[in-house]
Each structure stands twice: as structure tokens, then as C-alpha cells.
């Protein structure tokens, strides 16, 4: 029962990572998305990583963070 249980987490957070991380733009200044994905992309480029699908959705992540504090900061 243990093992089934365990390899159905392993399976779902396979699963769930493989998904793609979409740029949350939608109703955003072009400027400031710009702007902001430059920044995001300075912090991936000191990570070295070597995939570049990896580095997008990382970079797409750390942007959306920006996004979402500065959405609580206004």
C-alpha cells in the first residue's frame, strides 16, 4: 500500500512539473514586463542552467513573483 501511494506522489509531481509556466502579462505595462523579465533573466543567467526550457520557466516564475509583489504593493 506504501508503494503504491509513494510512486502515485512520485508520478503526480512528475507530472505537474512537466507543465509549462506561462508569463503572467495580461494587463501589464509592456514597459514594465520588459523590464521586469529583464531583471528575472539577470537571476537565471548566475544559475548556469543549461536547459533552456528549464531557464525560460524558471525565469517565467521569478517574473510572475515580481508581478504578484508588486500587485500587494499597490
Given at each position: 500500500?506504501?508503494k503504491i501511494?509513494?510512486?502515485?506522489?512520485l508520478f503526480?509531481?512528475?507530472?505537474?512539473?512537466?507543465?509549462?509556466?506561462?508569463?503572467?502579462?495580461?494587463?501589464?505595462?509592456?514597459?514594465?514586463?520588459?523590464?521586469?523579465?529583464?531583471?528575472?533573466?539577470?537571476?537565471?543567467?548566475?544559475?548556469?542552467?543549461?536547459?533552456?526550457?528549464?531557464?525560460?520557466?524558471?525565469?517565467?516564475?521569478?517574473?510572475?513573483?515580481?508581478?504578484?509583489?508588486?500587485?500587494?504593493?499597490?
Amino acid at each position: 500500500m506504501k508503494k503504491i501511494l509513494i510512486l502515485s506522489l512520485l508520478f503526480i509531481s512528475g507530472w505537474m512539473s512537466a507543465q509549462a509556466v506561462d508569463l503572467n502579462k495580461e494587463n501589464r505595462d509592456p514597459e514594465y514586463v520588459k523590464s521586469i523579465v529583464s531583471r528575472s533573466q539577470k537571476i537565471v543567467d548566475k544559475l548556469g542552467l543549461t536547459d533552456a526550457k528549464t531557464a525560460e520557466d524558471v525565469r517565467n516564475v521569478i517574473a510572475n513573483r515580481y508581478f504578484e509583489l508588486n500587485d500587494i504593493y499597490e
